[in-house]
């Protein structure tokens, strides 16, 4: 009862997580008066190595599971232990040796204390029983088995209790006995085709709980700053509580049946509903109170990340002709072009220094206007199949429809190993069901046809090709933009085979023994060349936003960046992102149809903390919104920022309402695992600054925070996630 479902462990977001405790807990207080404090989840699909904060920020003294008795590979070793996170946090978890569902039997349980007695010195165990899975309690038999024990003579002597009882008492036993540390995630070894199967479903979660939290943000800011109603109920109902439900560990992994992924389509479609009913009317309150006065048509854009960025920003628009315009802030012309995209035309441009948690508003001159503007001189340029801007090159080799090289001009490095290729489509026949992935019988891609240019402007070029695989068709595009350090890709898809598991490689020229990879709030190492059973164990991970490959000795890396792809695999120095799985069981129409799936390259200096890998994952994953303003006076200015969060390794992730009163709760993270100190600026001085766990409960003692005027100083742990709550 500590969360809102029994989630899956892997796929939601930092802050998925943190709102299945928030509203799981939160609904035992308010509907049972019970604080849950053990954490109960039995049947996910491995465990995040950041799960340990998230837990003990939660209230949590306990975790349960016993998943990782399913190993294939290796025995996971202890019963006992505390679990420690990438962040340095430590909970006392328990592995039933019995799992889930023990039967209660004499001789399984004098075995299972055995058992625990040569390896913890522990002569005791929690007996979790009844039938377990398929949803199946406690049945007559098992009561009648455990009475008997109970009332007769002999061993085991047996006592009824409680998890929370129990987890008091281990904490109590763990004084005296020197129980194991395990510091890593808790990797399943089985069950790993759960990072892919049922791709929409993954993209929608990924996409809607980002809606939600921008969502909360602009309310907050809409509410704080302008008096418009903050709207907590559909943000939480159908919000929020649509996609924790769907969090549930058979339904986000893919594991479920047909009917169960239109259900949940239903239940995105309302969620997205809510957030983009709040954005629309929040969008409009602050647009309402910035003076737009200008020529052309003004264009507000607010970026919801809390640093200053480059934006791509493609805004639906009609009535365009080929002379159109596009102004700055600053009153000077930006290159922009049309684009054309589902019979749908749009209006494409680089917002330059969007402002932190803020706006900008642009001028659009539909027909044109100013003829004698001069326009800054575009960086993107193609030749043949070779598209450029002044950070990368990239060429697309037609004979492949993949790329042939990634070449970087600052470093002045090719980033393909010679001969090799980049984001090359590799199909393999997968006889597996949803849980599980089997990917080492290669189905060949028919030839690519013709290279095309689908965009060839002062923004952006694109180039374009399509291979055939069995009957299903795959488009691959590339993208070059003005003045953006990143090569953008997208595969388009039409499936219509079963069976069949479809990868994305790129072979780098680069080596070393790790690889990084985004985890829920954090990030976690794993290794590219394997040196032990468990390392060889991984050939298949989970990822967030990003994962990034830096060569020995850190002089430069490549990272690639996805907005909704989960399963990863990296061998040697080959680096493969798991696009698509189509088993046909439970679900035989499992990804059939259309997808679109977006990624980019992000070459760079140094490692991925030297190149600020992770701003570069969210800002590719929340695009900026546009707001069609009209043109009136207003008190706020054509440029502003109401929220900002620094240094570089801070993200202040939520803006909202608390759960308790007016206030508004501030979250932030540190994103590289260093420790720093957090600067966090407000729209305003606070006039009380609380410290709270995840659950929004004041932490005493708290952090020994700063206050100067609006900007909070506050010191972070590494990959540490902090929650304020500040009034006016």
């Not at 759960?194 to 809409?222: C, G, P």
Request: glycine letters at 8%.
């Amino acid at each position: 009862g500590g969360t809102w479902s029994e989630h899956d462990s892997n796929i939601p977001s930092g802050e998925g997580f943190v709102r299945q405790f928030l509203y799981g807990k939160r609904y035992f207080r308010n509907n049972f008066g019970k604080d849950i404090t053990v954490a109960w989840t039995p049947d996910s699909f491995g465990y995040n190595g950041n799960l340990p904060q998230i837990l003990v920020k939660s209230g949590m003294k306990g975790f349960l599971t016993q998943k990782l008795g399913s190993n294939e590979q290796t025995r996971f070793p202890y019963s006992f232990f505390w679990w420690q996170g990438v962040d340095g946090s430590k909970i006392l978890t328990v592995f039933p040796p019995g799992g889930y569902a023990n039967p209660v039997q004499r001789a399984e349980l004098l075995g299972q204390l055995s058992m625990l007695k040569g390896r913890h010195d522990v002569n005791e165990e929690l007996v979790v029983f009844g039938v377990g899975n398929h949803g199946g309690g406690v049945t007559r038999g098992h009561l009648d088995r455990a009475f008997a024990i109970k009332n007769g003579k002999g061993e085991p002597n047996l006592v009824f209790t409680s998890a929370d009882r129990y987890f008091d008492h281990l904490h109590e036993l763990a004084a005296t006995h020197s129980f194991p540390t395990w510091d890593d995630e808790l990797y399943l070894e089985h069950h790993r085709g759960t990072y892919t199967s049922q791709s929409e479903t993954k993209k929608n979660n990924r996409r809607i709980e980002q809606l939600l939290m921008d969502a909360e943000k602009l309310s907050s800011i809409a509410h704080a700053q302008f008096g418009a109603a903050y709207p907590a109920a559909s943000l939480f109902n159908p919000g929020w509580s649509n996609v924790m439900l769907n969090h549930f560990h058979d339904i986000l992994p893919g594991s479920g049946i047909t009917k169960v992924y239109s259900d949940a389509a239903a239940d995105y479609a309302k969620s997205r509903a809510a957030a983009e009913n709040a954005i629309a009317a929040s969008l409009k309150k602050i647009a309402g109170n910035v003076d737009t006065r200008g020529g052309g048509e003004p264009l507000l854009v607010f970026n919801t990340l809390s640093w200053k960025r480059d934006a791509i920003v493609e805004a639906p628009f009609e009535g365009l002709s080929p002379k159109v315009q596009v102004f700055a802030p600053d009153d000077k012309p930006v290159p922009c072009q049309l684009v054309k995209k589902n019979g749908k035309t749009s209006l494409l441009f680089v917002a330059r220094g969007l402002p932190p948690m803020g706006y900008a508003v642009y001028h659009v001159y539909p027909k044109g206007g100013s003829p004698s503007a001069l326009l800054p001189k575009s960086t993107v340029s193609k030749s043949g199949n070779v598209i450029e801007n002044q950070f990368i090159r990239i060429e697309l080799d037609p004979s492949t429809g993949a790329l042939k090289s990634v070449y970087d001009k600052k470093l002045n490095r090719e980033f393909l190993t010679a001969g090799k290729s980049g984001a090359l489509l590799q199909a393999f026949k997968d006889t597996q069901n949803a849980w599980e992935i089997m990917s080492n019988d290669p189905i060949p891609f028919g030839a690519p046809g013709a290279v095309e240019v689908v965009e060839n402007g002062p923004v952006r070029i694109t180039l374009k090709t399509t291979r055939p695989l069995q009957n299903s068709t795959f488009s691959s595009s590339f993208s070059i933009v003005d003045g953006i350090p990143l090569a953008f890709g997208n595969v388009e898809t039409d499936v219509k085979d079963h069976n069949v598991t479809v990868k994305l490689a790129f072979d780098l020229a680069l080596l070393n023994e790790d690889a990084w990879f985004e985890i829920p709030y954090a990030a976690i190492s794993r290794k590219a060349i394997p040196k032990t059973q468990a390392e060889s164990a991984k050939f298949e991970v989970s990822a967030q936003n990003w994962v990034d490959y830096t060569d020995t000795g850190g002089a430069a890396g490549f990272s690639l960046l996805n907005t909704s792809k989960y399963g990863y695999d990296v061998k040697q120095n080959v680096l493969r992102m798991t696009l698509l799985r189509t088993p046909t069981y439970p679900d035989p129409e499992a990804d059939q149809g259309r997808h679109s799936i977006d990624y980019s390259i992000y070459t760079h200096p140094g490692d991925w903390r030297e190149a600020d890998t992770s701003r570069q994952g969210y800002a590719f994953n929340y695009t900026p919104y546009v707001f069609r303003a009209g043109k009136h006076p207003g008190k706020l200015p054509a440029v502003n920022s109401f929220f900002a969060a620094g240094p570089d390794d801070v993200a202040l992730t939520v803006v909202k309402k608390s759960e308790d009163g007016d206030r508004l709760v501030l979250r932030f993270v540190e994103t590289e695992g260093r420790a720093t100190m957090a600067s966090i600026k407000l729209p305003w001085k606070p006039a009380s600054v609380t410290e709270t766990n995840l659950i929004e409960d004041r932490i005493e003692p708290a952090s020994l925070y700063n206050v100067s005027g609006d900007t909070l100083s506050v010191p972070l742990g590494k990959f540490e996630i902090k929650t304020l709550i500040v009034s006016k």
